[in-house]
């Protein structure tokens, strides 16, 4: 029993956002109804009450990250609030409220702002903000997150750590992260690696060579220099270096001095 108290007590802020927002929904007037894309949200909330995994997906909810009525939720361990109407910074106490939290997906939101460290823990992490428009450098505390997708928002800086030997790797693709690949390690397990459309300088990574990949994308960035050739950089047509600023060599025209 007093276990069972505890589980409902730590959901009690869930069921006060359900409450708060369809007040909201009946107060303008009864003769007009909450926003459909809304109820349904609070009526996956309603049913997942009591269940560490929160999954409100495509409803088109807006308003801010709903941290204060989550507070509570200490055993949260999934949060699913993807492709809505979600807008502003994320909370910074969203990082600190939830110490079970594994799994965190606001993607396809309007988010805006820079992104907290220490937003996910324990082990078997996923961070998943792509396609907002969040700005400031990535904290350096997700380079060993599991699964870590940044991709399509305004994020600079240095990224090169999500790549370092024995990490997983993330989707950062669509920002304006800005670092020298020349001397960065890929680790041989990639299999998928999207850096386009940033603002990365050097030269193409010489340790791509023993790197068996699927997908490479390194175009629209500021590379330059000589592609390094053999082994497995054969598997890789030019799309994937378009738009750079000098790179050559195959599959591009040689370079006319022998690579810079």
């Known amino acids: 029993m007093a276990n069972a108290t505890v589980v409902a007590s730590s959901w009690i802020p869930l069921l006060c956002l359900v409450v708060v927002v369809l007040s909201a929904c009946t107060a303008v007037s009864s003769a007009v109804e909450c926003n459909g894309d809304d109820r349904a949200a609070l009526l996956r909330v309603k049913a997942q009450l009591g269940d560490p995994d929160l999954d409100i997906t495509g409803t088109s909810i807006s308003g801010p990250v709903p941290a204060s009525y989550l507070a509570g939720a200490t055993n949260l361990r999934t949060l699913v609030i993807a492709d809505s109407r979600l807008a502003g910074p994320i909370p910074p106490s969203l990082a600190g409220d939830h110490p079970n939290l594994r799994y965190l997906d606001l993607s396809g939101n309007f988010l805006t702002g820079a992104i907290p460290p220490g ?26 997150v599991d699964t870590v997708d940044l991709s399509h928002n305004r994020l600079t ?104």
């Open 119 to 144: 937003l996910v823990h324990g082990s078997f992490r996923f961070l998943i903000l792509s396609h907002n428009q969040l700005t400031g450098e990535i904290p350096r505390c997700y380079g060993d």
């Open 157 to 260: 800086g240095d990224a090169s750590f999500l790549f370092a030997a024995g990490r997983p790797i993330g989707k950062v693709e669509w920002n304006e992260l800005a670092f020298d690949m020349t001397g960065v390690r890929f680790p041989h397990h990639l299999r998928y690696l999207d850096l386009s459309h940033n603002r990365i300088t050097g030269k193409v990574a010489k340790s791509l060579m023993d790197v068996r990949l699927e997908h490479l994308n390194v175009s629209d960035n500021e590379l330059c220099g000589e592609i390094p050739a053999g082994r497995f950089m054969a598997a890789h047509g030019a799309d994937c270096y378009a738009r750079n600023r000098c790179l050559c060599g195959a599959p591009l025209p040689p370079c006319c001095d022998g690579g810079l």
